[in-house]
Each structure stands twice: as structure tokens, then as C-alpha cells.
T-cell receptor, first 115, second 112 residues
Framework: GENVEQHPSTLSVQEGDSAVIKCTYS??????FPWYKQELGKRPQLIID?????GEKKDQRIAVTLNKTAKHFSLHITETQPEDSAVYFC??????????????FGQGTILTVHP | EAQVTQNPRYLITVTGKKLTVTCSQN?????MSWYRQDPGLGLRQIYY???????DKGDVPEGYKVSRKEKRNFPLILESPSPNQTSLYFC???????????FGAGSRLTVL
């Protein structure tokens, strides 16, 4: 089945710096890659997603890149702010065969932005 | 208000006592799914449902059952809970598969 590895597990940056979180996946049948942000004590919420027919997507300070050949995708946050502090999860959606519909998450990255 | 509602939000129970965590959505979503969240392990999918009467195993289905008899409801059943099922559980739904998930508020379950 699909395996999603996420790195780093913790990331500490100064306000205004950039943050990059990387994920790799194993199943070439995966074709949808969302990123969720979970603040302390809250439910996960989508911040950005990308489909396999697109290499990059941007939404203000947040961007995601996808390399299908290497099976990895990354989240980029620029000009970080203290309110960006949260746990971030990547995920891969399986669109093929008997696992169609399965969504596999990475282990999560705790991002801390210091003022 | 469009939402996913899960109940109970908190539950302490004992080993072997059957329990059901309910999940209901009011958005006419086709796709529904259950996850458990444990420290260091992220979110792991337990079961998912592409539509009414269609359910499939996720990555960690052992010890759980689900049903999807109506579009809006997707209950999670623990027939004989064990301490290793102590966890934070999230239900989520989306318009179709591979679209934005809306999560419920979570249900914290402790099995003694």
C-alpha cells in the first residue's frame, strides 16, 4: 500500500523566515496531494492542495510543488508569522486499483515560528 | 451551518464494552472517512466510504466496523474496545473523493 514519509518532524524558524516541509510517497497511482494545518486542540483544515497534472500551486504566502518522477512534494511557507505555528500534515490520495479512495497522511511536522 | 458532527466528544470506557461513535454531515457529501490520531503517527485512515452502502478498509481497520446506510451518517463501531484503541478520532467528509475534507471536532476515546 501507499507509504507517505514527512520530514522534518519538527521545524523551528524566526518570524519572517521561510519554512519548507517535504513529503515522499510510494504509490504512483496517487494523484491528489493535500496539505492540512492543525492548530493546538483544533481539527485539521486544508491549506493547499495539488493534483498530479500540476507541478506547482501558490496561494499568497503558501506554495506546493510536486515532482511526480521522484514521487515527492513540498510545502513552502514564506514570510512566516507566529500564527503559522501549528502541526502540518501532507497526504496522498490513491486513485488506482483496489486502493482507490484511500487517503494516506504523513506523520506531521510541528512548526514553531518565534517572534 | 455546513458541518460534520461527531458524538461523543469525550468518552472513557472499559475493555470489551461495545461503543459507537456517530458521525453526521449536512453537506450532501459522497465521501466520508474515519481517522485516528496518535502522537508521532499522524492521522491514520481507519475506514472510508465512497457513497451509500460502499465502505472500504483504510490503513488501520482492525478492531473497527463501519456502516453507510444513509448518505449523511457514517458511524464507527468498536465491538470490543481494547486499550490500544485509546486515541483521538476524527470523522471527515468531502463532496467526492480527492477533494477538500471537512473534519469533525474530534472524539477523544479512552479505553481502560
Amino acid at each position: 500500500g501507499e507509504n507517505v514519509e514527512q520530514h522534518p518532524s519538527t521545524l523551528s524558524v524566526q518570524e519572517g523566515d521561510s519554512a519548507v516541509i517535504k513529503c515522499t510517497y510510494s504509490d504512483s497511482a496517487s494523484n491528489y496531494f493535500p496539505w492540512y494545518k492543525q492548530e493546538l486542540g483544533k481539527r485539521p483544515q486544508l491549506i493547499i492542495d495539488i493534483r498530479s497534472n500540476v507541478g506547482e500551486k501558490k496561494d499568497q504566502r503558501i506554495a506546493v510543488t510536486l515532482n511526480k518522477t521522484a514521487k515527492h512534494f513540498s510545502l513552502h511557507i514564506t514570510e512566516t508569522q507566529p500564527e503559522d505555528s501549528a502541526v502540518y500534515f501532507c497526504a496522498a490520495f490513491n486513485a488506482g486499483g483496489t486502493s482507490y479512495g484511500k487517503l494516506t497522511f504523513g506523520q506531521g511536522t510541528i512548526l514553531t515560528v518565534h517572534p | 451551518e455546513a458541518q460534520v458532527t461527531q458524538n461523543p466528544r469525550y468518552l472513557i470506557t472499559v475493555t470489551g464494552k461495545k461503543l459507537t461513535v456517530t458521525c453526521s454531515q449536512n453537506m450532501n457529501h459522497e465521501y466520508m472517512s474515519w481517522y485516528r490520531q496518535d502522537p508521532g503517527l499522524g492521522l491514520r485512515q481507519i475506514y472510508y466510504s465512497m457513497n451509500v452502502e460502499v465502505t472500504d478498509k483504510g490503513d488501520v481497520p482492525e478492531g473497527y466496523k463501519v456502516s453507510r446506510k444513509e448518505k449523511r451518517n457514517f458511524p464507527l463501531i468498536l465491538e470490543s474496545p481494547s486499550p490500544n484503541q485509546t486515541s483521538l478520532y476524527f470523522c471527515a467528509s468531502s463532496v467526492t473523493a480527492a477533494t477538500v475534507l471537512t473534519f469533525g471536532a474530534g472524539s477523544r476515546l479512552t479505553v481502560l
